[in-house]
């Protein structure tokens, strides 16, 4: 548009300025009004032309260099001002053609400055001085077009790469974001006037589950808004630990400054110290685990000597029955312990598993016949409910599914009873909703008391005065390892169930997730 307004005003100017002597007014006219018309044409179809844009580019270079040849014929004052402003032109378009397109729009100019130069002028032969400013022109082309080809190439690579590195940063920033909604320490972030400007899942929680317009610290958390005050004036912190609401852990606050010379915002980190015992425990348990262990291999030794003497005083004909009596209760103490010592060896074992599809059912079926000929259940019973229609598939250890089941059916035939009456303990194999496989050790006793029910799965956790506390335990640790959630639930009119949420066999990438949330739930 600029180009073709300066060949209008050098086309149509007053004669008395004296810009340039038309040689054809007429046809320098012509040549600015087409041109002129030209222009408004492609900025007018500049938006639509945004998809094909080498190929715009490359028929408006032509009409450009073409317009600008004619101009200097028309113009023959104005020869080196039309031809300066060509290479304006050729230098845009080689910052989008490609190098040989754009080397060849330039060889073009080229040959249409020497072609008029050779060709265009009247009747004297050109001079040394004209074919010199042509070829000089021409070099200048060739220059600027390399160049800006370079520079354009240079500046889509720099492009490119902003536009990856905004996308990565913006993944990053996701990601971090989603690892600080999920940590399980609180975060929160607040300004110099006590307000939260960000908080995190845990936090939250950790606060008593306030409303989103409640932003004020001073309100949420009076007692964390006086220790980050104090910390604030004295730079001491205050590391005992706290309860922020009703129902909630206790926190153990820590505060940092967002940055070092930044006095304006605080990010205080709550740890929950339920979480701080957790991990303790769990290595006190390793390592009380490792302990026990050695302690175990070395009682097993003279325990197996024990009850194996005690078996062959058993099948004495010369004791009396008062004799007979001592050499049973060796006997059923020898057991006991060596279920101890079991239970000890699998705490410090925590083998992985080797997960198998199986059939629920068929494989409940095997479990309860193998269980009735190695254990003599006398009046008790134990018998197996599947669900009718198609088998129960799940994903699991059979190793370390037959010890689950084992400790949940001995401890249901130990305790499941009522006073007098012999144990009734079902093992149920059934589908839940989305397809996720369920098996549930069901007993007929007296059930487990709610105090009690929430402290079962922990360790050395008993009521019995000969037990470990190690059995229900274990049984979650290996339905940990297979992905299965073990959890109690009372049976209504009496009774306790243990149900084992199992892992369906995938289907797909979407399934498994689907099932893997509805087992979570």
């Not at 086309?11 to 012509?30: D, H, I, Y």
Request: charged share 20%; proline share 4%; with cysteine.
């Amino acid at each position: 548009m600029v180009q073709a307004l300066v060949y209008v005003g050098l086309a149509f100017g007053p004669a008395s300025m004296g810009w340039t002597e038309l040689a054809t007014p007429s046809f320098a006219r012509a040549v600015a009004m087409v041109y002129l018309l030209f222009a408004l044409v492609a900025v007018l179809l500049n938006r639509r032309s945004m998809p094909y844009a080498r190929t715009a580019v490359a028929a408006t270079l032509v009409v450009d260099i073409a317009a600008a040849v004619l101009a200097i014929a028309a113009m023959h004052d104005a020869r080196i001002g039309i031809a300066m402003m060509l290479a304006v032109n050729l230098s845009a378009g080689a910052l989008i053609l490609p190098l040989r397109l754009s080397s060849f729009f330039a060889a073009l100019a080229t040959l249409g400055i020497l072609g008029h130069t050779l060709f265009g002028t009247s009747t004297n032969s050109p001079g040394d001085r004209d074919l010199l400013e042509a070829a000089l022109f021409g070099l200048a082309y060739f220059a600027t077009t390399t160049l800006c080809h370079v520079l354009g190439r240079q500046l889509r690579a720099t492009e490119a790469l902003a536009e990856q590195r905004s996308t990565d940063l913006a993944n990053l920033a996701q990601v971090n974001e989603l690892i600080i909604r999920r940590m399980k320490t609180g975060v929160l972030l607040v300004d110099d006037a006590n307000r939260i400007h960000q908080i995190n899942e845990s936090a939250w929680m950790l606060m008593g589950n306030p409303g989103a317009d409640q932003r004020d610290l001073g309100q949420l958390a009076p007692e964390l808004s006086r220790r980050l005050y104090h910390w604030m004036t004295s730079g001491k912190l205050d590391e005992t630990a706290t309860q922020l609401a009703d129902g909630v852990p206790e926190v153990v606050p820590r505060f940092t400054r967002l940055a070092p010379n930044d006095d304006s915002h605080v990010l205080i980190f709550l740890d929950d110290t339920s979480l701080l015992s957790r991990r303790a425990e769990e290595l006190t348990l390793t390592s009380l685990g490792r302990l026990s262990a050695s302690i175990a291999h070395e009682i097993r030794n003279p325990l197996a000597a024990i009850r194996y003497s005690a078996q062959l005083l058993a099948e004495s004909k010369s004791m009396d029955s008062t004799d007979q009596r001592m050499v049973e209760i060796i006997n059923n103490h020898c057991i006991r312990l060596n279920e101890i010592i079991e239970n000890i060896l699998q705490l410090s074992r925590r083998e992985r598993s080797r997960p198998e599809t199986l059939d629920l059912g068929q494989w409940a079926q095997a479990f309860v016949e193998e269980y009735s000929q190695g254990n003599d259940l006398g009046a008790d019973s134990l018998r197996v409910i599947a669900s009718n229609g198609a088998p129960v598939a799940a994903v699991a250890d059979p190793q370390q599914l037959q010890q689950v089941v084992w400790n949940l059916v001995q401890n249901a035939l130990r305790y499941g009873r009522l006073p007098g009456e012999p144990a009734r303990v079902m093992v149920v194999t059934r589908q839940g909703e989305h397809g996720v496989p369920i098996l549930e050790v069901i007993d007929r006793g007296p059930g487990i008391a709610p105090k009690v029910a929430a402290q079962i799965f922990e360790p050395f956790y008993t009521t019995h005065e000969y037990g470990t506390g190690l059995g229900l335990y274990l049984a979650r640790q290996m339905s940990d390892a297979n992905q299965a959630a073990l959890e109690y639930v009372r049976v209504a009119g009496g009774g306790s169930c243990f149900r084992l949420v199992l892992t369906p066999p995938a289907r797909s990438p979407a399934d498994a997730a689907e099932t893997t949330q509805a087992a979570t739930r």
